[in-house]
């Protein structure tokens, strides 16, 4: 493999231009993934897209590497509009995608074999590529007989060996254990940086901060339903970073910040929810603020935290110290703020008095609150207390509601979302549900906590 030079920086490799993507459900419904986002990809840096769980990122990735046409706008390649599959483009999936039938050298090939190279010369450049990825020896082994880290490193030969002018990484180290992440995540940083790997960019889907804080010279951070490109951040930082700098951790701040300022949407809705009686109220819908998924348990467990740290953290030093991922910490926010329970204000979350209340309350009280917090602030349980109220007999099939919700949400999650109400009604005695027969109860009082 022949080692790069330094690019030229500033020269756009892939952009896309309003790219916006709806698919269609298998029941004929519009489900709008990505909205109007242009951004790009220039020659000599890494490009991180990062956001929550269902934002769009895959799908993002898999538009400007041609593999799916957007719904409208364009994605080029060097300028070029694209027709098919981008041509400067390699990919390294989070599932490894390997053929289990096929060596690790044949596994490596099997790109250049798409292409058209004489078998000499494929031979050759994988080998180099496996040499480079440090799977020198193992040529011969089939996929089954190496550990997950090594697989992944096999993904990324054959990626490379091809010499891309992009290379695309969808989750590429979700798969792994931390340790083996770490280490794979910094050989390839070592090869970019030595300009070793015969790449001229890099563009990795991540939802895990730090590691787009380590990787990135830009990070794009999408929003969601539908994913909009809510912030670009430049990362100055010099390679190779240390994640103990004071600068490193404002950074992961001022990102942890922006992801969850999706949260506006729910302050809005929890505003609404408080807007004095008469009043002209925005209603919040259960399309508008979907619940986020977590359970009452876990909700609980986010607001015993914070009274123990005096009431408010930072979130990263909360995500830290409780040793989750984003992804996991952050349905929990959602939910606290949504509830009205607690605030945040860019990187923090302080409990409310709300908040503090419910932490503190033996079991009935508690329930009383959650019922009372749920069935004013959480659109969905608010809309099935409404509904079940006006009903003659208080009692509605579930297919009531997934039909509502499918109008926006995909099949699976209209379910999920559902499931969630059911769990917050529960928790609160507002509803039961039958699961033999999917029929919804209205519970005796509950339009009180309306
Ligand atoms: N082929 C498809 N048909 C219908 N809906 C789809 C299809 N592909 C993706 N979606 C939906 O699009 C939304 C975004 O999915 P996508 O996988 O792009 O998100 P993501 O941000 O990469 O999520 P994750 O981090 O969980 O992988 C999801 O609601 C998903 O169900």
């Known amino acids: 493999m022949t080692t790069t030079p330094s690019p030229e920086p500033g020269t756009t490799i892939v952009r896309a231009e309003a790219v916006t993507k709806t698919f269609t459900t298998p029941d004929g419904r519009e489900l709008p993934v990505l909205d109007a986002i242009s951004m790009r990809v220039d020659e000599g840096e890494i490009v991180a897209l990062l956001g929550k769980s269902g934002s769009g990122k895959s799908t993002l990735l898999r538009c400007l590497a041609g593999l799916i046409a957007p719904s409208a706008g364009t994605v080029s390649y060097r300028g070029t509009p694209l027709t098919a599959t981008n041509p400067g483009v390699a990919m390294v999936f989070q599932s490894f995608a390997l053929l289990p039938w096929l060596t690790v050298q044949q596994n490596v090939e099997l790109s250049l074999q798409a292409r058209g190279v004489a078998e000499e010369e494929r031979r050759e450049r994988a080998l180099r590529a496996i040499d480079l990825i440090g799977l020198d020896g193992f040529e011969g082994a089939y996929p089954k007989e190496l550990s997950g880290g090594m697989r992944q490193r ?36 070592g090869l970019w940086e030595g300009h070793e790997a015969p790449v001229r960019s890099v563009l990795i889907v991540t939802h895990n901060i730090e590691e787009a804080v380590l990787l990135a010279d830009r990070i794009l951070v999408l929003s969601s339903n539908p994913g909009r490109i809510r912030a670009e951040l430049t990362v100055g930082l010099p390679r190779p ?16 910040g922006i992801l969850t300022g999706r949260e506006e949407a729910a302050q809005a809705a929890a505003a609404a929810a408080q807007a004095p009686a008469g009043a002209p109220r925005s209603v919040a819908t259960p399309i ?4 986020p998924e ?13 009274v123990a740290r005096g009431g408010e953290d930072g979130l990263a030093e909360l995500a830290d110290e409780l040793s989750f991922e984003i992804d996991d910490l952050l349905p929990l926010v959602d939910a606290a703020v949504l509830l009205g329970l607690a605030r945040t204000a860019g990187p923090r979350i302080t409990l409310t008095e709300q908040g503090r209340e419910f932490a503190a309350a033996d079991i009935l009280t508690s329930k009383q609150l959650f019922a009372r917090h ?3 602030r959480a659109p969905l349980v608010r809309a099935i207390v409404q509904a079940l109220a006006a009903t003659e007999g ?8 997934l039909d509502l919700l499918r109008r926006r949400y995909s099949v699976d999650e209209a379910r999920r979302q559902l499931d969630i109400a059911v ?20 519970e005796p009082g509950a339009e009180a906590a309306l």
């Open 154 to 189: 096999v993904g990324v030969a054959r990626a490379l060996v091809v010499e891309p002018d992009a290379l695309f990484m969808d989750e590429p180290f979700s798969a792994l254990d931390v340790l083996t992440a770490e280490n794979l995540r910094g050989e390839i940083v």
């Open 288 to 291: 508008a603020v979907p619940l």
């Open 374 to 376: 749920a069935a004013r």
């Open 423 to 442: 769990d917050w009604g529960r928790y609160g005695e507002l509803f039961d549900y039958d699961a033999d027969d999917g029929l919804l109860t209205l």
């Open 294 to 306: 977590v359970s009452v348990g876990g909700l609980a467990g986010l607001l015993e935290i914070l």
């Open 241 to 256: 970073r240390d994640r103990r700098t004071a600068q490193f951790e404002a950074l992961v701040d001022t990102v942890y």
């Open 394 to 401: 208080q009692r509605l099939r579930e297919g009531f509601f």
